[in-house]
């Protein structure tokens, strides 16, 4: 019996002159590893509007909402529902669009608050026979990029190049489909039609 006794006097007392284990966050800041996966953040420069990570967030965290009077596309973060999965980062087309960061505290006393919360928006292109939405004009000239020469084959990125040196007057919709309108920026339904329509 004496012996288990000192045993847990000598732990103690080496316990007692030994350097904590743990850290004092919150009383002075944590220093998180590199390779820590906190919460994500947009990068503009490389975000092109997609949405393809507000699909695989498991958690929902990530909204995608399109406002097609004000041309306006929506991707907001939530914080206070993200579980740091880093599925986002890692379907994210461009690659750099969002990342995980080595932020993760969020205190708040107001899961409402403005910091519990990112958010970004891109232009949408609309089609000029509908008004449906087709995509982000970011996402449309990331495509356009990769597809070198061979989007010159399309009009609706050629007209995108075209917009890049000149202005561009959007045509307006008409009663009935002609031969001009193959050169709009139309979503596919309006392209078969106009391509239909000029054929047949």
């Not at 070198?148 to 040196?165: D, I, R, S, V």
């Not at 007057?169 to 001009?180: A, D, L």
Request: hydrophobic letters at 35%; charged letters at 25%.
């Amino acid at each position: 019996m004496i012996l288990p006794k000192v045993r847990e006097i000598k732990e103690a007392l080496v316990s007692l002159f030994s350097a904590p284990y743990t850290t004092k966050f919150p009383a002075q800041p944590d220093t998180e590893s590199k390779r820590y996966r906190g919460m994500p953040r947009y990068d503009k420069s490389f975000c092109v509007g997609c949405g393809a990570c507000a699909q695989v967030c498991p958690s929902q965290a990530i909204k995608m909402s399109d406002d097609p009077m004000r041309k306006v596309r929506t991707l907001q973060v939530d914080y206070g529902s993200c579980i740091q999965c880093g599925q986002c980062q890692e379907k994210c087309i461009t690659v750099k669009g969002i990342a995980n960061t080595n932020f993760y505290s969020l205190a708040v006393s107001d899961v409402e608050a403005p910091e519990v919360f990112e958010t970004i928006e891109k232009e949408l292109v609309l089609c000029e026979g509908c008004g449906e939405i087709i995509a982000c004009r970011d996402h449309l000239r990331w495509v356009n990029l990769r597809l070198g020469a061979k989007a010159y084959a399309h009009p609706n990125f050629l007209l995108l190049t075209q917009a890049e040196f000149a202005d561009v007057n959007p045509s307006k919709p008409k009663e009935s489909i002609r031969r001009e309108d193959q050169i709009m920026t139309v979503c596919a339904k309006c392209r078969q039609r106009v391509v239909t329509a000029d054929e047949f």
